[in-house]
């Protein structure tokens, strides 16, 4: 019996995942010029894309604004009931107004679609009634298919507002590339978690204290091993006399060169002419160089002297950010 229930509770989902997949694709099929015309609007918009919705809608718009803010295009949101009670004055002509509502005609929406009216502003509508007050109103126009909500009463906001969501991401992305938004720009306006850490500087994430994992070509293998140990980095850089990089030593040539420890010097051992990355490159560009010359360590130049190391970076230290 547990299991025919277990079986049934994921049909259930599986059903309102195929309804909602249902929705996007004809969504896709039918969205037309209007959507592009919508996409110039945001893009040559001088003010900001102020954003409302009632209900869902309301939750689905607030994740809009902020996608949209994200990639290049400053918007905001405004609650309907909240608007009508002095926030309309923060509305400008300057500003394009996008609303969201399935039926078009949520009684909240009159006032704010009045004053936008009469305020000028362009109006984007996203609703699934062409015939609704929204729709009417609106200068642009993205008609939402009529597909049923996945909800088995066919009451809760399901369907409608995962089209809403595929819309607004639309909107934004196609804005993004009308604006040429580039990676750099997108990485400055995520300075926070993972993105932000990746656009540090490398010299972030050298050790303050401790030496360096250095040596001279001079120096005998023991004592290469020895040096490689101490830092737990699997690595040595090799040193000329005033203190120039001039080759490295990783795990890998200690076992190439096994038949030679005894006898061998650093010199002997090394890759000359290792690559290096050079103070304040981004922890994103330190990984990708690493990535693609496929080597787990890399060590890290002075910026006043681009020939000299000022610490050393393991691929386990980055890669996992």
């Not at 590339?177 to 050298?206: A, C, F, N």
């Not at 076992?255 to 030679?260: A, E, G, L, Q």
Request: charged share 20%.
């Amino acid at each position: 019996m547990l299991m025919t229930d277990i079986s049934q509770t994921k049909d259930h989902g599986l059903a309102v995942i195929r309804q909602e997949a249902e929705g996007l694709l004809q969504l896709a099929d039918q969205l037309d010029d209007d959507f592009s015309r919508a996409v110039s609007k945001i893009v040559s918009t001088q003010g900001r894309v102020i954003v409302s919705g009632m209900g869902k809608s309301g939750h689905i718009g607030r994740k809009i604004a902020a996608t949209l803010s994200a990639t290049g295009s400053p918007a905001f949101f405004v609650h309907p009931a909240e608007a009508s009670h002095g926030d309309l004055g923060l509305l400008k002509p300057t500003d394009t107004m996008l609303i969201l509502s399935n039926s078009g005609a949520t009684s909240e929406l009159r006032p704010l679609i009045a004053y936008v009216k009469n305020l000028n502003a362009p109006m984007i509508g996203i609703a699934s009634d062409a015939d609704s007050l929204l729709m009417r109103e609106a200068d642009f126009r993205i008609l939402l298919p009529k597909i049923p909500e996945a909800c088995p009463e066919l009451i809760a906001p399901t369907t409608s507002t995962t089209m809403m969501l595929a819309v607004g991401d639309a909107l934004a992305i196609a804005a993004m590339r009308e604006r040429g938004i580039s990676r750099t720009e997108l990485m400055q306006w995520h300075p926070g978690g993972s993105i932000g850490w990746r656009l540090l500087p490398v010299d972030s994430m050298l050790r303050k204290t401790g030496t360096l994992p250095l040596v001279t070509p001079t120096t005998g293998m023991r004592d290469v091993v020895l040096e490689m140990t101490s830092t737990g980095k699997g690595v040595a850089g090799v040193v000329d006399g005033e203190g120039n990089l001039v080759g490295i030593i990783t795990d890998g040539d200690l076992r190439r060169s096994f038949d030679k420890m005894l006898i061998a010097t650093a010199g002997e051992i090394m890759t000359a002419s290792p690559k290096t990355v050079a103070s304040g490159t981004r922890i994103e560009e330190t990984l990708a160089l690493m990535s693609e010359a496929k080597i787990t360590v890399v060590f890290v130049m002075r910026a006043d002297d681009p020939r000299k190391p000022a610490g050393v970076i393991h691929i386990h230290d980055i890669a996992s950010i």
